[in-house]
Nanobody, 121 residues
Framework: QVQLVESGGGSVQPGGSLRLSCAAS????????IGWYRQAPGKQRELVAT???????TYADSVKGRFTISTDNAKNTVYLQMNTLKPEDTAVYYC???????????????WGQGTQVTVSS
C-alpha cells in the first residue's frame, strides 16, 4: 500500500525559511506527478507546487520566486524549500502524488496526512 509521509513543518517568523519533505513508499512503479497543496483555515485546498514527469514544475503565483520544489527520484521523495515566508503562507501543507503501482494497475491519487506550517511574529 502506497504511503506519503510528510515532515519538516513548524513555526517560523515572517521572512524565515522551512523545508518540507515527503517520502513515498509502498508498491511504486512510477510517479507521474508529485507535489504540494495547502489549506488554510476556512479556505479551500490549493495547489502550491508540483513536478510532472520528474522535471516539469508548476507553482502557484503566490509562491513563485520564494518556494522551490525538487525531487530525489532514487528515494521517491519530494521537497519544498520555502523562503521569505509570509503570514499568509500559514496552512496545513499536504503532499500529493499520482502513482502507478504496477504495469497492471492504473494511476491512483494519494495524499499525505498533512504538516502544519505557521508563520507568525
Amino acid at each position: 500500500q502506497v504511503q506519503l509521509v510528510e515532515s519538516g513543518g513548524g513555526s517560523v517568523q515572517p521572512g524565515g525559511s522551512l523545508r518540507l519533505s515527503c517520502a513515498a513508499s509502498g508498491g511504486i512503479l512510477y510517479i507521474n506527478v508529485i507535489g504540494w497543496y495547502r489549506q488554510a483555515p476556512g479556505k479551500q485546498r490549493e495547489l502550491v507546487a508540483t513536478i510532472t514527469g520528474g522535471s516539469l514544475t508548476t507553482y502557484a503565483d503566490s509562491v513563485k520566486g520564494r518556494f522551490t520544489i525538487s525531487t530525489d527520484n532514487a528515494k521517491n521523495t519530494v521537497y519544498l524549500q520555502m523562503n521569505t515566508l509570509k503570514p499568509e503562507d500559514t496552512a496545513v501543507y499536504y503532499c500529493n502524488a499520482e502513482i502507478k503501482g504496477s504495469i497492471f494497475s492504473s494511476y491512483r491519487n494519494y495524499w499525505g496526512q498533512g504538516t502544519q506550517v505557521t508563520v507568525s511574529s
